[in-house]
């Protein structure tokens, strides 16, 4: 253990700077000091270069004095862990988790109260968090600001996400944080709440590039009960500064000591496949609190879904107009109504037949009349389905098909009213045999005032999959805060949306094609994400010839991002009727797996592309997923991860030479080859393409 700190004692000032800490690779190191006012400071280099300057530490309490200055230092304690786990899905069978950390025991004097600040410092990053211990004098208080900076060495080039406290469904803007400005932005693009009141505030993860060739992401791991963080620019300083997502009345957490804070996190690396496969987020989290997950499955599913989102059918069973009798079974059907029951038994018997593990029923339930616009607090009692939808027959059904069905439970933001109703939601799901509920926020929350990431709203979404777990439930969230990695904790917390799914291809200007190689680098750092890939028919025109919109890849690129989008939830999104006429290309999405031994990052640039590697859970197979931008790219793969000395059957699903994801976006070819570890592959993806391929042991 290392003694405490050097005092530098000056005429009348006194700066403590407390001994630095370095990560087990020797490469970044984190300092720590007093100023002559008390306040701590942190700074962190790698490789002996700045790369976070002196950065402010601290609170603003409610009614009390700042908790930011008058410190003294009274002990310093350090720690170095080694150890691993192993996730209970994963993309890789163990995780290490291996830092150095010390603790700063902090005192302020006028107020008599305490404050400890614990930094862990990981081979890629930086992690630290605040904790208030018990003590007599700040029991009960109230957040009104954190005030954690960082403070970056240099204009950076960064992929930014307006500050909507409610919303992360935007795409990316790419600029250098100097420009940082939401003016700039479209924010009218898609169905964004706007909850937007600061020009410069942007959303965490920020992932940045220095101009010679750091990685920078800021993030935030844990946050359990405690509000999102967002982040405020000072765009002539690069400087972001804590900004802590408000209640109602604009305070921003209501806290008991001992508490402590979520994690503050800088990854930091000059190969950026550091930063993609970096499982610091997840190890910052508690581990597992369930002692029983043998219920906890991976889930390849389809669903009654996609064909809603591009105009074929309804989630409502009689039309807008009847909105005044959506809570009657007096309703007069519109003909148009997806989740009918002979529907659903259509993608059960798909399903079964393409060895799909569950389907996805949206609009089975009574109340879809009135659910947008309106946003009133009673909409659903997620329990009643509608009258041409036999929840019995269905179930029935789909068990004797070995098909597991996939509950939906759309709130409509009324979270008043889910909670209400979420025992009652649970034991339906248990009685008909539902192993999972995908759950959605749209729209402003209910009761007015909270947000999305706000302190109430973060509360509401782990209680859901604690819940849920009581339940042997597990859930799979849209519209929620973006996951920090509470999914090592309640791993039944599957999956979850909180960010620009594919879904707005359908009905939105959509997602550029850089959109699906900045995800792994910000939204995916936290948890799975349910993106909804595998869409082939790709220009919506093929619905309605007036329609413009498209998805914004090529055919190929939607089965590479079965592995570059990790998650052990994974939809088959297009129509059974669409994959019916694709069945070779379909065959990739029947055999890819969506859990994983082992992952391998090989090329990797954010905003640009991916290339990852991953060997199944169960065999010895391997797949690979390739994507780019809307640039086109050569890809060259070494093929030195497979096994030495075995023989691997690879189907290689690409671009044409014609492909191009505007002009020519479903051209695809598919070749198979012998090859070994000692094989390369040269790929070519055309502009917004990728590619695909798996390996399969020739035994
Ligand atoms: C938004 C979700 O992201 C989408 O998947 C769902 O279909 C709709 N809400 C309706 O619940
Ligand atoms: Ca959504």
Redesign the pocket.
């Known amino acids: 253990m290392k003694k405490l700190s050097l005092f530098i004692t000056f005429l009348f000032i006194q700066i403590v700077v407390a001994q630095n800490v370095t990560s087990p690779n020797n490469k970044i190191t984190v300092n720590f000091k007093l100023d002559n006012t008390g306040k701590p400071f942190y700074w962190v280099s790698y490789n002996q270069k700045a790369i976070v300057k002196e950065s402010s530490l601290g609170f603003l309490l409610k009614d009390l004095p700042s908790f930011d200055s008058d410190f003294e230092l009274i002990k310093q304690e350090n720690k170095s862990v080694d150890e691993s786990w192993k996730p209970v899905l994963g993309e890789q069978s163990i995780i290490q988790n291996k830092y150095n950390q010390v603790t700063y025991f902090l005192h302020q004097k006028a107020s008599d109260r305490f404050l400890n600040i614990t930094f862990k410092v990981y081979d890629e990053g930086v992690a630290f968090r605040y904790e208030f211990p018990p003590q007599k004098n700040l029991n009960y208080f109230i957040v009104s600001d954190e005030k954690t900076q960082f403070n970056l060495a240099g204009d950076h080039k960064v992929f930014w996400l307006p500050g909507d406290y409610d919303s992360q469904e935007y795409p990316y803007t790419e600029t250098k944080i100097s420009e940082i400005n939401l003016e700039k932005v479209d924010l009218n693009n898609g169905i964004a709440l706007k909850s937007i009141n600061n020009k410069y505030r942007v959303q965490s993860p920020l992932m940045m590039k220095s101009d010679d060739g750091i990685y920078i992401n800021i993030f935030e791991a844990a946050v359990v009960n405690y509000p999102v963080m967002h982040l405020n620019a000072d765009i002539k300083n690069f400087s972001f500064t804590s900004s802590l997502v408000p209640n109602a009345i604009g305070d921003k957490a209501y806290l008991q000591a001992p508490f402590t804070t979520p994690w503050r996190t800088i990854m930091i690396s000059n190969d950026a496949r550091d930063i993609v496969s970096s499982k610091m987020i997840l190890n910052l989290n508690e581990p597992c609190k369930l002692d029983d997950t043998s219920w906890i499955k991976p889930m390849k599913y389809v669903g009654i879904?996609w064909e809603?989102?591009v105009g074929k059918s309804t989630?409502d069973y009689a039309g807008s107009q009847n909105a005044q009798n959506a809570a009657s079974q007096d309703l007069i059907p519109t003909g148009k109504h997806g989740a009918t029951t002979q529907n659903t038994k259509r993608y059960i018997d798909f399903a079964a037949k393409h060895g799909f593990d569950g389907v996805l029923v949206?609009g089975w339930n009574v109340g879809w009349e009135d659910w947008f616009g309106n946003w009133k607090e009673d909409v659903f009692d997620f329990t009643t389905p509608y009258p041409d939808f036999d929840i019995k027959e269905v179930t029935d059904y789909a068990k004797s098909k070995g098909i597991k069905m996939i509950m939906?439970n759309?709130t409509s933001g009324s979270v008043s009213n889910y909670e209400r109703y979420l025992d009652r939601a649970l034991e339906l799901m248990k009685q008909y045999g539902y192993p999972a509920v995908?759950t959605?926020y749209?729209g402003r929350i209910i009761p007015r005032g909270e947000y999305h990431d706000g302190q109430a709203m973060v509360k509401h979404f782990n209680f859901v999959a604690r819940r849920a777990a009581d339940f042997k439930i597990m859930v799979n969230s849209?519209?929620s805060s973006r996951p920090t990695g509470y999914s090592r904790t309640y791993p039944n917390y599957i999956a979850a949306?909180a960010a620009r799914?594919n879904?707005f291809n359908a009905w939105s200007v959509g997602n550029p094609p850089m959109h699906e190689t900045i995800l792994p680098f910000t939204r995916l750092l936290g948890g799975p994400m349910d993106y909804?890939p595998g869409i082939f028919e790709i220009k919506m025109s093929y619905y309605d010839k007036s329609k413009k919109e498209q998805v914004h890849t090529t055919l190929a690129k939607q089965l590479a991002l079965y592995v570059t989008m990790y998650s052990p939830l994974q939809m088959a999104a297009d129509l059974p009727e669409n994959y019916e006429k694709y069945l070779d290309a379909f065959q990739f999405i029947k055999d890819v797996p969506v859990d994983w031994q082992e992952s391998k990052y090989l090329e990797a640039e954010p905003g640009d592309y991916l290339t990852v590697a991953r060997k199944d859970k169960n065999s010895e197979n391997w797949f690979l997923g390739a994507i780019t931008d809307e640039n086109a790219r050569q890809a060259k793969i070494n093929l030195d991860f497979l096994s030495k000395g075995k023989k691997y059957k690879a189907i290689i699903y690409q671009d044409s030479k014609t492909a191009d994801w505007k002009e020519n976006p479903m051209s695809y070819e598919i070749k198979n080859v012998i090859v070994t570890s000692k094989s390369k592959l040269m790929l070519n993806l055309a502009k917004g393409g990728g590619a695909a391929i798996s390996f399969e042991e020739i035994k």
Request: glycine share 12%; net charge negative.
């Open positions: 879904w809603m989102h989630w949206e939906h759309e995908k959605g749209v849209h519209e949306e799914g879904e909804t």
